[in-house]
């Protein structure tokens, strides 16, 4: 009895049995799935190469977008240390201040021809009476007041989302004619405006009867200006870079580094900014150096062309 015991407990600590017909079952499941695969191994051999490819592509697509991030990081340090070399760190560079743009030395004059090549011409609408700045060889746009988000104030006759068409298209007309010489039309804030596609529908088909290209300064995210100005046939770009949200002069020299990366990525670049003192200081730091990097100074109708090909 002891040794049946002995023998009985040995046989408890031993691995559990499958239950009878398991293991069959089992096997037979295995076998099946292994003659699905072999009956279609094309199938799942195409699949897995289109696997394959379709993981190496996407890989290949993140690797080129961190090096792409890392060479734009590092051509926006250089540009950096171009601009604050000469200063002794911490100190403060007192220079001249200048009220506009045009009162910056060594601005670089913008020519809209490679040298050597034959000037292409242009047809312009005559206008009546052209402002200084027209006659002086500078480009205009119309800076057009809308309605932002919060309660900042874009002045008066701006367009709002709870004007009616008739009373959208009055204010439009009544900007458009205010004075003449002007190539397009960007906002002025905006915000909420821009995002509302009825009321910018109304707008837009105003500066198409008028030849007018539109500038979409981008002041949300949420703007439909680009996209349905290209829908209702009005020449259009939009703004890349605004250099003084942050008004410090460091903020803008990074901002106008950010511009150099953009333009060479894709050959051109839009900055918006205002005549903040800070704004001008950084402008006069960086404008004597542009040619020499490659760069011109270029009016909105220039990338407009470059845009949409049309040089």
């Known amino acids: ?16 049995q499958l239950p009878p017909g398991l293991g069959e079952r089992l096997r037979q499941r295995l076998e099946g799935l292994f003659a699905w695969f072999h009956a279609r191994r094309w199938v799942a051999i195409v699949v897995g190469a289109l696997l394959l490819f379709g993981g ?8 080129a977008e961190r090096l792409e991030g890392t060479d734009s990081d590092r051509l926006a340090r250089d ?13 403060v560079t007192v220079g001249p201040k200048y009220a506009r743009i045009e009162d910056l030395p060594d601005l670089p004059k913008y020519t809209e021809v490679e040298p050597g090549q034959p000037r292409p011409t242009l047809e312009e609408k005559p206008r009546a009476k052209p402002k200084a700045a027209r006659v002086r060889g500078h480009e205009l746009m119309l800076h057009l007041p809308m309605e932002p988000n919060g309660r900042n104030d874009p002045g008066p006759n701006a367009l709002l989302v709870s004007l009616s068409d008739a009373e959208l298209r009055q204010r439009t007309t009544a900007a458009l004619d205010s ?16 995002a509302f596609k009825p009321g910018m529908e109304t707008v837009l088909r105003q500066f198409k009867g008028r030849g007018l290209m539109f500038l979409d300064s981008r002041t949300s995210a949420q703007s439909v200006g680009d996209q349905l100005a290209q829908e209702v046939g009005v020449p259009s770009i939009v703004r890349h870079v605004f250099l003084d949200d942050d008004e410090s002069l460091d903020a803008v020299r990074k901002k106008l580094a950010e511009a150099e990366v953009i333009a060479r990525r894709q050959g051109f670049v839009v900055v918006i900014g205002h005549p ?20 011109a100074l270029a009016p909105a109708t220039a990338v407009l062309r470059k845009r949409n090909g049309w040089d």
Not at 1 to 16: G, L, W
Not at 56 to 63: E, I, N, Q
Not at 179 to 194: K, L, P
């Open 1 to 16: 009895m002891a040794s049946r015991k002995n023998r009985s407990r040995k046989a408890n600590r031993k691995s559990p």
């Open 179 to 194: 004075f003449d010489g002007f190539a397009g039309v960007n906002n002025h804030m905006g915000s909420r405006f821009t």
């Open 276 to 295: 903040h003192e800070a704004t001008l200081q950084a402008l006069g730091e960086w404008l004597p150096g542009v040619q020499g990097k490659g760069l």
């Open 56 to 63: 190496s592509l996407a890989g290949g697509y993140w690797l």
């Open 79 to 91: 540009t950096l240390e171009e601009m604050k070399r000469g200063s002794a760190p911490g100190s």
